[in-house]
């Protein structure tokens, strides 16, 4: 744009700072509600009109508006420089020395050239109460298009946005300045290792140090080192993925291909088929069938490798704390950047297992092999029929109910076939047919999926106290001045369902929600949603759980808050923001 700006620089009165809150005069607390909410004390109308911007605020009668507290910024940081309607000069108590003070109204002009692009504009505003209430700086937003002469009003999101896509590569640079690529890397680090402790990847951990037991001992550390050459395939693979689908305009984060009903229906399979084959009702020999088998259960390396895969296939629908940052940071850097902070995850949750395999004291901590090893590894089923009936209810959510009942007829023919290859009569002719028909059962299940799924959309979730995200509803809430917390969740996310569990759906924090007038905003991830992603990646999280504490009264972006919520700090960070409340 070819309009050049003074910077203009906010004054902070001597008795408290506008932008930390309300400067309240001499009054009592009786007198507050007689104030008007800022929107409705200062009503903005916007239009373009004979090449120029015109921004005009109605004041009610007993408020006024500062002229040296507007701020006009493009989202590419350019200052504007307005022409401002009549004003009258006044002492003014809390700055300490005469203002211009607009009553009644407030007219902006800003010439536009012909070539002006079109561009999005913050337009900062501050004003008082002749009764002693001063109100924190108040932020509106505008998509400005001077060739169809249109200003309309933008939430904040669409603002940071724009101005996020303008500073990108700069933004990036001041990340790695920051935090540097090590401290990226370590957090990645510490991720993969905690994420061992998620329900999702221990049967699978446990299935492997057992399989330790049976193994020579001199040649662990070669199982260490298969067993992480298949987790960093498959981060590899993920980290592949991910790149290809944001560089096509996807919106994809970590976990994204459990959007897909037909990857979860895939995974009921698979953890179905695992269980039968730990419990020891599934033997399926040296034949094709047993491929997957003999893949995660054989004690050479092969298995190992696969063993590796498999761990990191289930930790997908996990996220462990330090991981959003170490994710957030790789989707926003180029390739190379990318994948080694994948690669040092993927390390990292490799690296329990790698250390038991090269510490020879908690090597022969490990018990002599037995009879007990089967009697575990039979128990070690049931985590994995727990989990595939997890993923059966998230299936229900995305596909419906009927969608369960058709994957479990799935499952059942998928077992029946197994069944029958393993109890084939002695007859050459008896046997082709036998294999036949089960080879049939087995096409006709892994078609029922299909079958199964149906198209689905962006679920609205209103249960509660939550009320489904969207961007204007934010905007909205925030423009009250009221408090909102935004939880951005998935069904198939295991961290998401503990904390609701533990925490947010526990009566502390739905008392103090109510008591604090928080509104509680829930963004459902569960089928994808293209405004959940375009929020997390405001924040640079590259899936969920997101937690966004936005202060009542701020126009500052939302304090994000840790991925494993405590009651404790969560009670803490709203008593923080409302210091004249009773505590709850």
Not at 235 to 263: D, H, K, Y
């Amino acid at each position: 744009m070819a309009h050049g700006a003074d910077t203009i620089e906010l004054v902070p009165p001597k008795s408290a700072s506008p932008a930390s809150g309300l400067s309240i005069g001499p009054q009592d607390d009786e007198a507050e509600p007689e104030f008007l909410p800022v929107t409705e004390a200062y009503m903005l109308s916007t239009w373009v009109r004979d090449g120029s911007l015109i921004l005009h605020w109605d004041v009610e009668p007993g408020y006024y508006l500062y002229q040296e507290q507007f701020a006009l910024t493009t989202d590419t940081g350019v200052r504007l420089t307005p022409e401002f309607s009549d004003s009258i000069k006044k002492y003014d108590e809390y700055f300490e020395k005469d203002m211009a003070l607009h009553f009644g109204s407030a007219t902006l002009t800003v010439p536009l050239s012909a070539d002006t692009a079109p561009f999005n504009l913050k337009i900062r505003s501050q004003g008082c109460a002749e009764a002693g209430l001063c109100y924190p700086p108040y932020d509106n937003y505008l998509h400005v298009d001077p060739t169809d002469s249109s200003a309309d009003p933008i939430d904040a999101a669409a603002f940071e946005s724009g101005a996020s896509n303008a500073d990108n590569r700069a933004a990036s640079s001041d990340t790695g300045s920051s935090a540097g690529l090590w401290a990226i890397l370590l957090l990645a680090l510490t991720g993969g290792v905690i994420l061992n402790l998620m329900p999702c990847v221990f049967p699978v951990l446990s299935i492997k140090v057992l399989s330790l037991t049976g193994a020579d001992r001199q040649r662990a550390h070669h199982h260490g080192w298969a067993y992480t050459a298949g987790i960093l395939a498959s981060f590899a693979g993920f980290a592949a993925l991910l790149l290809i689908a944001r560089a096509s305009g996807e919106a994809a984060g970590w976990g994204f291909q459990l959007q897909s009903p037909l990857v979860i229906a895939a995974l009921v399979y698979l953890f179905v088929l695992m269980g039968l084959v730990l419990s020891g009702l599934v033997n399926m020999g040296n034949s094709l069938m047993g491929v997957g088998q003999r893949l995660t259960q054989s004690n050479g390396m092969t298995g190992s490798f696969f063993t590796g895969v498999l761990a990191a296939v289930v930790a997908s629908p996990c996220t462990a704390p330090f991981m959003g940052v170490a994710l957030g940071y790789a989707l926003t850097q180029p390739a190379a950047t990318a994948l080694l902070v994948f690669m040092a995850l993927g390390f990292g949750m490799a690296l329990p297992l790698l250390v038991l395999c090269y510490v020879p004291a908690l090597m022969r901590h490990l018990p002599s092999p037995g009879p007990w090893m089967d009697t575990l590894k039979q128990l070690l089923a049931f985590p994995i029929y727990l989990t595939a009936l997890w993923l059966l209810w998230v299936l229900g959510h995305q596909a419906g109910s009927d969608a369960i009942v058709i994957l479990l007829l799935g499952a059942l023919l998928f077992g029946f076939a197994i069944w029958l290859h393993q109890h084939r009569p002695s007859g050459a002719g008896a046997r082709i047919a036998v294999n036949a028909a089960a080879i049939s059962l087995v096409a006709i299940a892994l078609m029922l999926p299909f079958v199964a799924i149906k198209s689905t959309g962006y679920r609205n979730v209103s249960t509660d106290h939550w009320q489904p995200y969207n961007a204007e509803t934010l905007a909205q809430l925030r423009a009250e001045g009221r408090g909102v917390f935004v939880n951005l969740t998935a069904d198939w996310c295991v961290t998401c369902l503990t904390n609701e569990a533990v925490v947010l759906g526990t009566e502390e924090i739905k008392q103090a929600f109510n008591n604090y007038n928080i509104a509680t905003l829930k963004g459902d991830w569960t089928n994808g949603d293209p405004a959940i992603t375009k929020l997390l990646n405001e924040y640079q999280r590259s899936g969920v759980p997101l937690y966004l504490w936005f202060a009542p009264g701020s126009s500052e972006k939302a304090i994000i808050l840790p991925q494993l919520l405590r009651k404790k700090h969560l009670l803490d960070e709203f008593r923080s923001s409302y210091p004249t409340k009773d505590n709850t």
